[in-house]
């Protein structure tokens, strides 16, 4: 079991909101299952478009702009279903993401993405990206618990979107 006293913490504190606690939960990840590269992305369906709010490496996945949501295997999976993607090597990956070769470029060739579900809706998806066969069934398993507090920070980024502070 995670130990969230340093994401409630975060929470807690005035100053920083949100990124303070967006950082606390790529800490969080990192410390649970391990993760070179980490963002969160946001998904608004009715318009059909997704985006990118985090980023722990923002040179290379900048947080700005919307995609379009496309319909494909990854997102009947993860947005339809609401499993979590697993794919532990670059060919995986490159068949579900096209920009596949800069995740290579970092080092990285195995992801989970792990969506955020509230009121039986995914409002977006922690993605954690690693070397080759990094996310064992046990890291897997263990990611289930950074939905709680995956879900507090997208709730978060809505409030203070709302707010007019993100």
Not at 34 to 56: C, E, H, Q
């Amino acid at each position: 079991m995670p130990d969230y006293s340093t994401f409630t913490k975060a929470l807690e504190t005035a100053e920083g909101q949100p990124e303070n606690v967006f950082d606390a939960l790529y800490r969080l990840t990192d410390e649970t299952i391990g993760v070179k590269l980490f963002t969160m992305m946001s998904f608004d369906f009715p318009a059909g478009v997704a985006g990118r709010f985090y980023s722990n490496m923002p040179d290379a996945y900048p947080v700005s702009g919307t995609k379009p949501v496309n319909t494909t295997d990854w997102a009947r999976q993860v947005l339809q279903e609401r499993q979590v993607f697993v794919a532990n090597n670059i060919e995986g990956i490159a068949e579900v993401f096209y920009d596949h070769e800069l995740i290579k470029s970092l080092g990285c060739e195995s992801v989970i993405n792990i969506p955020v579900v509230i009121g039986g809706n995914v409002i977006g998806t922690i993605n954690c990206l690693h070397e080759a066969d990094y996310y064992t069934e046990d890291k897997v398993a263990a990611a289930v618990a950074l939905k709680l507090p995956g879900a507090v920070c997208f709730l978060l980024k809505e409030r203070h979107k709302t707010m007019g502070t993100v």
